[in-house]
């Protein structure tokens, strides 16, 4: 059985962190209401001029050297963003530039914060179907471009950064205790579009920002996610108690606390991030695995459960072996 193994993993954060006291400048808010609420207790934020592909490109250099790898091995890019620097081209096509890349093909992928869910699963099926032998799967965002700098509610809560994945094509025996992607579950509900959306767009002809009824986002993530999880342990044979770390979207850590406990998992198997990342959108996985691996946590053969949900809402969970 060909299964899509994890080959090489990087991040790249922008230099610049801006602690939660920032905002006590801007809103009627405080630190402390902003780490009670959300977690959250610094983010980066990408420079002036600095754009989503800048931080992808670097991103996935640093994984290209994880792999030990150049830009030539890789067969196609795919990047999940929704902050793409332009409406057209693709992110993914700059990046392929970016790297050096002149064969293979680069597409971008939208579906916001689940975005590197539905990216692992696009790659999934490229690599098991026989059409590309390595992808690089790119989670980027810049978000401080989307915040209503006025409304308190989302401002404190997003970040900017990349994360990148390299998967390869690997023949395994065609058992639970394959190495690589064992499983996806992907969904989306377009009728819940008005809890979490930005007001415009190309066709609408405003460039708009991020707006989102935060209560009613928590109350959907819990419940989906622990759903979405459980399904995809399901699809990959494997049960709560066989894996070892959960990597979850890091929106709010009260968010990532409720779904690990509605699955049984004790804190000590999650890897959290959200406290020095805010809420980076399709970036949060790469940049949580990343970290992850470089804190020691994901070892070859470690059983990663991973999920994610955002705007649609669009939700969807990857079970795969380090
Ligand atoms: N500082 C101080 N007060 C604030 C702030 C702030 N930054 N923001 C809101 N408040 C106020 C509100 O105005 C409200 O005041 P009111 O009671 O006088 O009206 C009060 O704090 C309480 O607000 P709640 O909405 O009840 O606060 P809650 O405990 O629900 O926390 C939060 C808000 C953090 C947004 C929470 O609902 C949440 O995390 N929701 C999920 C959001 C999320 O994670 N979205 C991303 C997931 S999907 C994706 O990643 C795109």
Request: proline share 2%.
């Amino acid at each position: 059985t060909i299964r899509a193994v994890v080959r090489g993993v990087g991040h790249y954060l922008p230099e610049r962190v801006v602690p939660n006291s920032w905002f006590e400048e801007i809103v009627e808010t405080s630190n402390e209401w902003i780490v009670s609420r959300s977690g959250i207790e610094r983010r980066h934020f990408a420079a002036e001029g600095q754009t989503t592909s800048d931080l992808a490109i670097r991103a996935g250099n640093a994984a290209l050297a994880d792999a030990g790898l150049t830009a030539d091995d890789i067969d196609a890019i795919i990047v999940a963003t929704s902050t793409a620097d332009f409406t057209f081209p693709s992110a993914a096509t700059m990046v392929q530039a970016g790297l050096g890349m002149t064969k293979g093909f680069a597409f971008d992928v939208q579906a916001v914060c689940a975005g590197f869910i539905f990216a692992l699963g696009n790659a999934d099926t490229l690599i098991r179907g026989g059409v590309a032998k390595r992808v690089m799967v790119i989670g980027a965002e810049t978000f401080s471009k989307l915040m209503d700098w006025t409304d308190r509610s989302t401002c404190v809560l997003f970040g900017d950064g990349a994360g990148a994945l390299i998967l390869e094509a690997q023949e395994q025996a065609g058992t639970t205790a394959d190495r690589g992607i064992l499983s996806v579950d992907l969904n989306s509900d377009g009728r819940q579009k008005g809890i979490l959306h930005v007001d415009g767009g190309v066709s609408t002809g405003v460039v708009g920002h991020l707006r989102m009824e935060g209560k009613e986002v928590f109350r959907h993530a819990v419940e989906k996610l622990a759903s979405t999880a459980r399904t995809a342990l399901a699809k990959a044979e494997l049960t709560v108690e066989e894996v070892d770390w959960l990597v979850p979207h890091q929106a709010n850590i009260r968010i990532i606390e409720g779904t690990a406990r509605k699955m049984g998992f004790g804190m000590d198997k999650v890897v959290v991030t959200v406290q020095d990342h805010g809420n980076t959108s399709a970036a949060s996985i790469p940049l949580a695995l990343s970290v992850g691996k470089a804190e020691g946590k994901l070892k070859a053969g470690d059983v990663v459960v991973t999920e994610a949900i955002g705007g649609g809402l669009a939700w969807g969970a990857v079970v795969l072996r380090w």
